[in-house]
């Protein structure tokens, strides 16, 4: 067409037709222009063809995630929801009035672990990638406000956790500096350093100590099971939102 329009406006000029040469060279401006709005228009298009696809690679992977994510808290949660039964059969027993402090060097001597096992490593990977990317910002309104409130809220409750639990961390290496571990795989000094470690304990700074860290490890399990509970209840649901999404 371009071509065309070049022989025409050659033979018009030529013929010193000015006006109709004119009219014609207007016409392959306007031409050239609508050609260059195609192509940017085809190159949009492809562009958000691309920006989608990758949005629906990476929603596969963040729903990935989540799945992993629900398998770490079923196998974890059980045991959570055991030692903390178990920390407050513990405590209720030092609490009964008919208590000892046989009852007490029992407990903490033989019973009580005051160890702490690490909050989980969720998945987060894929959810920084569509954060990161923006990719998060063509989601449905619907769908994008629910990553973003399971997300913030999770992030909430995962650093309350390992706020507390280095709170912890320094209580613990108080109580294990004065005293042995109680109930541990560590529990191995041999009666020689158990005899003398708590031959001469001081009973009131021992039940202190063993209130504190035992009401320190009631918190945490509180807090931990919370965040649990929630990610997995909340993960669930996300998948699912996610499934009909993809499935468009």
């Known amino acids: 067409m371009l071509f065309l329009l070049r022989k025409i406006r050659r033979k018009l000029m030529q ?17 050239v222009v609508i050609g260059i709005l ?4 085809i190159n949009n298009r492809n ?16 729903r990935s995630d989540l799945i992993q994510d629900t398998f770490l808290i079923q196998d974890r949660l059980p045991e959570v929801k055991r030692q903390y039964l178990l920390n407050e059969s513990l405590r209720g027993r030092v609490a009964k009035p008919s208590a000892t402090i046989d009852t007490l060097l029992k407990i903490v001597r033989t019973e009580f672990n005051p160890n702490w096992t690490e909050p989980l490593r969720y998945n987060t990977n ?7 990317s923006d990719l998060i910002e063509i989601l449905p309104d619907s769908i994008r406000s ?3 409130n399971f997300y913030n809220q999770k ?31 560590l529990h191995d000094q041999g009666p020689l350093i158990d005899s003398l470690v708590w031959s001469n304990v001081d009973h009131g700074h021992l039940a ?9 490890k009631r918190i945490l399990f509180d807090l931990t099971n919370d ?16 499934d009909q999404y993809l499935s468009k």
Not at 47 to 62: F, G, H, V
Not at 227 to 238: D, I, N, Q, R, T
Request: proline residues 0%; hydrophobic residues 40%.
């Open 126 to 132: 894929s959810y920084n990638s569509l954060v990161n």
């Open 155 to 185: 992030f909430s409750k995962i650093n309350l956790v390992e706020r507390i639990t280095n709170d912890y961390r320094g209580k613990l290496a108080t109580y294990v500096n004065t005293y042995t571990f109680g109930s541990t795989s």
């Open 146 to 148: 629910q990553i973003k």
């Open 208 to 216: 202190a100590s063993f209130q504190g860290l035992s009401n320190f």
């Open 15 to 31: 013929k010193n037709k000015v006006t109709t040469y004119l009219l014609y060279a207007i016409g392959e401006i306007i031409l």
């Open 38 to 41: 195609i192509a940017v228009s």
């Open 47 to 62: 562009e958000e063809i691309k920006s989608r696809n990758k949005l629906k690679e990476t929603i596969t992977a963040l």
């Open 227 to 242: 965040e649990m509970e929630f990610s997995h209840k909340s993960s669930k649901a996300l998948i699912l939102h996610l």
